[in-house]
C-alpha cells in the first residue's frame, strides 16, 4: 500500500490549514469566478504564507527527500492550477481546443508528478492504480447505484437548468464521437489531479476530512468553468466528496476511475439527448 495515502505520524497543525484554504480559494477566483489575476495573487499569498509558517516552525518543513514540506506541496498544487488556468475550459470539440485542452490538463498532472518525483525526490504523487484489492460487493453494487442516481437526476439537471447549452451542439457521428471522448478523458483527468494530486498532498499536512473538504472546492470550481453551472454545484459538492472518501476506502485509482466514467457515461448520453430531441427519449424521462 503506498505510504503516501497512510496517515500522517505526526501531529496534525491546524496552522498548515490557513495557507492551504488560500490556495485552494484561488481556485475558486481562477474557474469559478474567473478573475485570473485575483486567483494568481492567491497562488502567491497561500504559497508564500506557508514558507513564513514554516521559517517560524510551525508546519512542515522536511528537507528535499526527507518527509512533507507544506511550502512545497502547495506550491506542487499551484503550479497544477496554474497549467490547468492557462486556458479558456469552456467545452469545444475543434481540433485546436481540444489539443489545448489536452497540453494544459496533461501539464496539471505531469508538471507535479515530475517536480515532486526529480526535483524534490519525493514521493508524495502517486497513481495507485490497483489499491486494495479485488473489489467487494458494495463496490460492484454502487456501480450500478451511479449509474441509476446518474440516469434520475442528470437529465433533470441538464434539461431543465439548460446548462447541455454549455456545451457544443453534437449533432453528427464524428462530433458525437468527440464529446465522448471529451468527456471521459476529463473524468478521468479529475481524479488524477484533484484526488491523486490535490488531495494527496493536502492531507500530507490536515486531517482528511480537512483535506477533503479543500480538495471539493478546487475540484467543483474547475466543474463551474467547465459548464457544470446553476445548481450544478448541489451535484458536484457530494461527488467530490464522495469520491475522496471512496479513494480513501478502497485505494484504488481503477475503483474511482470506474465510478466516475459510468457517471459520465451518462453526462455524454444526456448531453446527446438534449441537443437531439427525440433520439433518447425511450432511454430517459426528461
Known amino acids: 500500500m503506498p505510504a503516501t495515502y497512510e496517515a500522517p505520524d505526526r501531529p496534525l497543525l491546524p496552522v498548515a490549514v490557513a495557507p492551504a484554504l488560500v490556495v485552494c480559494l484561488a481556485a475558486f477566483c481562477l474557474f469559478g469566478l474567473q478573475i485570473r489575476p485575483l486567483g494568481y495573487a492567491l497562488l502567491v499569498v497561500g504559497v508564500g ?86 473489489w467487494t460487493r458494495w463496490q460492484w453494487a454502487w456501480l450500478a447505484g451511479v449509474v441509476g442516481l446518474g440516469w ?57 476530512i480537512t483535506a477533503n473538504g479543500l480538495q471539493a472546492i478546487v475540484f467543483v470550481s474547475f466543474l463551474w468553468e467547465l459548464g457544470y453551472r446553476e445548481w450544478g454545484p448541489a451535484l458536484t459538492i457530494p461527488f467530490a466528496l464522495l469520491q475522496a472518501v471512496i479513494f480513501l476506502k478502497t485505494r484504488s485509482l481503477a475503483y474511482v476511475v470506474t465510478v466516475h466514467l459510468l457517471f459520465d457515461a451518462v453526462v455524454f448520453l444526456v448531453l446527446v439527448h438534449a441537443h437531439n430531441p427525440g433520439v433518447l427519449d425511450a432511454i430517459f424521462l426528461v
Do not use: Q
Open 49 to 134: 504564507g506557508s514558507w513564513l509558517l514554516a521559517r517560524r516552525g510551525l508546519v512542515a518543513a522536511g528537507r528535499r527527500g526527507e518527509g512533507p514540506h507544506l511550502t512545497r506541496d502547495l506550491g506542487l498544487i499551484a503550479l497544477g492550477l496554474v497549467c490547468a488556468s492557462s486556458i479558456p475550459l469552456a467545452a469545444k470539440l475543434d481540433d485546436l481546443s481540444m489539443v489545448a485542452f489536452t497540453l494544459a490538463l496533461g501539464g496539471a498532472v505531469a508538471v507535479p508528478y515530475v517536480v515532486s518525483r526529480f526535483w524534490f525526490r519525493d514521493h508524495a504523487i502517486r497513481f495507485p492504480w490497483r489499491g486494495g484489492g479485488r
Open 152 to 208: 434520475l437526476i442528470l437529465p433533470f439537471y441538464f434539461v431543465t437548468s439548460g446548462v447541455y447549452r454549455n456545451w457544443p451542439v453534437v449533432d453528427d457521428g464524428n462530433l458525437i464521437a468527440r464529446l465522448f471522448v471529451g468527456v471521459g478523458a476529463v473524468g478521468i483527468w479529475d481524479e488524477l489531479f484533484f484526488i491523486c494530486t490535490v488531495f494527496a498532498l493536502l492531507r500530507r499536512h490536515v486531517a482528511d
